[in-house]
T-cell receptor, first 116, second 109 residues
Framework: ETGVTQTPRHLVMGMTNKKSLKCEQH?????MYWYKQSAKKPLELMFV???????ENNSVPSRFSPECPNSSHLFLHLHTLQPEDSALYLC???????????????FGPGTRLTVL | DAKTTQPTSMDCAEGRAANLPCNHS???????VYWYRQIHSQGPQYIIH???NNETNEMASLIITEDRKSSTLILPHATLRDTAVYYC??????????FGTGTKLQVIP
């Protein structure tokens, strides 16, 4: 138990569906992250939020739309996805992504997404 | 542009110390060395980090060479539950974390 929860844990969706992934952290952290992990590939950073403001968008397609209503919650809205978007989507939080040097991240268990 | 180099895989006998090396020859003065691990199909787990001194916590020890160009993560008594992919990451300032391919550690009974 890392203090970061993600729902749902598994999701199957069609290419025309709209769904959302939810992440919640109970650690009092100020930074939150979305990562994508495709089969046999390294983790890819997608988005970073610091104090609810987006500070990093790693050239992610617009069919992925993040939302951070407060420092404890992070959403990833999905629409018109492609089969190649099937992957493990991981959320993480850290004390502050803006703090220099040390800033260890704590990860949730991930959402296993399958796009049909 | 990889900042760290790790062996692709390693084996370790259960109960023995697992020593995982990492090269980071281009590390700069304000960059920390972090270690994470990822057990199959789970989220990565933070293990330890250090700047220039050796560090120890309940999970592992981190040995950083004096020139800081390499480090070793030590799991003192490896168990089967330590089988995972171990990532060595260098990060400083406002840099984003970049995960490489890591070292796949297999603990053998």
């Amino acid at each position: 138990e890392t203090g970061v929860t993600q729902t749902p844990r598994h999701l199957v969706m069609g290419m025309t569906n709209k769904k959302s992934l939810k992440c919640e952290q109970h650690l009092g952290h100020n930074a939150m992250y979305w990562y994508k992990q495709s089969a046999k590939k390294p983790l890819e950073l997608m988005f970073v939020y610091n104090f609810k403001e987006q500070t990093e968008n790693n050239s992610v397609p617009s069919r992925f739309s993040p939302e951070c209503p407060n420092s404890s919650h992070l959403f990833l809205h999905l629409h018109t996805l492609q089969p190649e978007d099937s992957a493990l989507y991981l959320c993480a939080s850290s004390p502050s992504g803006l703090r220099g040097g040390r800033d260890e991240q704590f990860f949730g268990p991930g959402t296993r997404l399958t796009v049909l | 542009d990889a900042k760290t180099t790790q062996p692709t895989s390693m084996d370790c006998a259960e109960g023995r110390a697992a020593n995982l090396p990492c090269n980071h020859s281009t590390i700069s003065g304000n960059e920390y060395v972090y270690w994470y691990r990822q057990i199959h199909s789970q989220g990565p787990q933070y293990i330890i980090h250090g700047l220039k001194n050796n560090e120890t916590n309940e999970m592992a020890s981190l040995i950083i060479t004096e020139d800081r160009k390499s480090s070793t993560l030590i799991l003192p008594h490896a168990t089967l539950r330590d089988t995972a992919v171990y990532y060595c990451i260098v990060k400083g300032g406002y840099q984003k974390v970049t995960f490489g391919t890591g070292t796949k550690l297999q603990v053998i009974p």
